[in-house]
């Protein structure tokens, strides 16, 4: 067998020690040191980055779902941007006396959450308060793949007399409104399939349901849910104030919030406020007030 070779020594200086190895002085730290500088560095700005998007958090712990942030009190505008006629709304799929007194538009889109829940706090304003009309606008938000078919279905339902049935199918199975699953709801409320087959594939109310979005973005509908109330009449300057004065109240518990609230005209009608956010029953009747109090 070969032998193995011995590591060859370097030879000392007769009567010195062996000096240690020699270390640099300005040596760089170790990989492990850059890497936690920079992950610190990466935390602290993350966090730096949040603090300032959401800044002082609301002085009530429930904000008003479905509404955006702000910096600054919420201000109210009488600037109208577009003239509705009060008519306008009289055809339309509606809940509640014909007769009503309030008349309270809704605009919403069937995967919004918010609307969902908007949906539910004013089926229970109305049990308890009968003098309540609501009113079904459609307004599919973009980036949503499928509200724009779920209010056509809705609207084929109309035709056959259940379109509040599959109102509250669609608002109860929000996280599934694909095609085929629409032909599946209008089943289960009993609805003539082939009508309705027909009538959502032709896309027959399409422009319809685009119109209402249309003239929500013209009055200044920017996102849902969103609400106009108002009363039938001639213009009532004293309701107008009444309107602002409770909007002011409603917006005052929300001061870092967006309601959006502002009056709006509308022909044949006595006064008009539009708001937006998923807003809880006693805000609704704290607005729904300002139409009882009568001018003396």
Same mark, same amino acid.
Not at 55 to 71: H, V
Not at 216 to 226: E, L, M, Q, W
């Given at each position: 067998?070969?032998?193995?070779?011995?590591?060859?020594?370097?030879?000392?200086?007769?009567?010195?020690?062996?000096?240690?190895?020699?270390?640099?002085?300005?040596?760089?730290?170790?990989?492990?040191?850059?890497?936690?500088?920079?992950?610190?560095?990466?935390?602290?700005?993350?966090?730096?980055?949040?603090?300032?998007?959401?800044?002082?958090?609301?002085?009530?712990?429930?904000?008003?779902?479905?509404?955006?942030?702000?910096?600054?009190?919420?201000?109210?505008?009488?600037?109208?941007?577009?003239?509705?006629?009060?008519?306008?709304?009289?055809?339309?799929?509606?809940?509640?006396?014909?007769?009503?007194?309030?008349?309270?538009?809704?605009?919403?889109?069937?995967?919004?959450?918010?609307?969902?829940?908007?949906?539910?706090?004013?089926?229970?304003?109305?049990?308890?308060?009968?003098?309540?009309?609501?009113?079904?606008?459609?307004?599919?938000?973009?980036?949503?793949?499928?509200?724009?078919?779920?209010?056509?279905?809705?609207?084929?339902?109309?035709?056959?007399?259940?379109?509040?049935?599959?109102?509250?199918? $669609?608002?109860?199975?929000?996280?599934?409104?694909?095609?085929?699953?629409?032909?599946?709801?209008?089943?289960?409320?009993?609805?003539?399939?082939?009508?309705?087959?027909?009538? $959502?594939?032709?896309?027959?109310?399409?422009?319809?349901?685009?119109?209402?979005?249309?003239?929500?973005?013209?009055?200044?509908?920017?996102?849902?849910?969103?609400?106009?109330?108002?009363?039938?009449?001639?213009?009532?300057?004293?309701?107008?104030?009444?309107?602002?004065?409770?909007?002011?109240?409603?917006?005052?518990?929300?001061?870092?919030?967006? $309601?959006?609230?502002?009056?709006?005209?509308?022909?044949?009608?006595?006064?008009?406020?539009?708001?937006?956010?998923?807003?809880?029953?006693?805000?609704?009747?704290?607005?729904?007030?300002?139409?009882?109090?009568?001018?003396?």
């Amino acid at each position: 067998m070969p032998k193995k070779r011995k590591k060859r020594q370097t030879a000392q200086p007769v009567g010195q020690k062996a000096k240690p190895p020699i270390q640099a002085k300005n040596a760089p730290p170790p990989r492990a040191f850059f890497f936690f500088l920079a992950a610190f560095a990466i935390i602290a700005l993350a966090l730096f980055a949040a603090w300032m998007m959401v800044g002082k958090p609301p002085e009530k712990s429930d904000a008003p779902n479905g509404t955006k942030a702000k910096d600054e009190p919420p201000t109210l505008s009488t600037a109208p941007h577009y003239q509705l006629s009060a008519s306008s709304f009289d055809s339309a799929y509606a809940r509640g006396s014909p007769n009503a007194e309030i008349i309270l538009v809704e605009y919403c889109d069937f995967e919004c959450r918010f609307c969902q829940a908007a949906s539910s706090t004013l089926s229970s304003l109305q049990k308890s308060n009968p003098n309540v009309k609501v009113v079904y606008r459609h307004y599919p938000v973009k980036g949503h793949s499928f509200s724009q078919k779920a209010a056509e279905a809705a609207e084929c339902s109309g035709e056959q007399g259940k379109f509040w049935e599959m109102h509250d199918l $669609l608002f109860e199975n929000q996280n599934d409104l694909a095609p085929s699953s629409l032909k599946k709801y209008a089943e289960k409320i009993g609805l003539d399939l082939a009508r309705f087959n027909s009538c $959502l594939e032709s896309g027959k109310y399409q422009e319809l349901v685009s119109s209402q979005a249309a003239e929500g973005r013209k009055v200044g509908i920017s996102a849902t849910p969103a609400f106009i109330v108002f009363s039938k009449g001639t213009k009532d300057p004293a309701l107008e104030a009444r309107l602002l004065e409770k909007a002011q109240e409603v917006s005052s518990q929300y001061p870092t919030y967006e $309601l959006g609230m502002q009056l709006v005209s509308i022909n044949g009608a006595r006064g008009a406020l539009l708001f937006f956010g998923a807003l809880p029953q006693s805000d609704f009747e704290k607005i729904m007030e300002a139409f009882q109090k009568r001018a003396s």
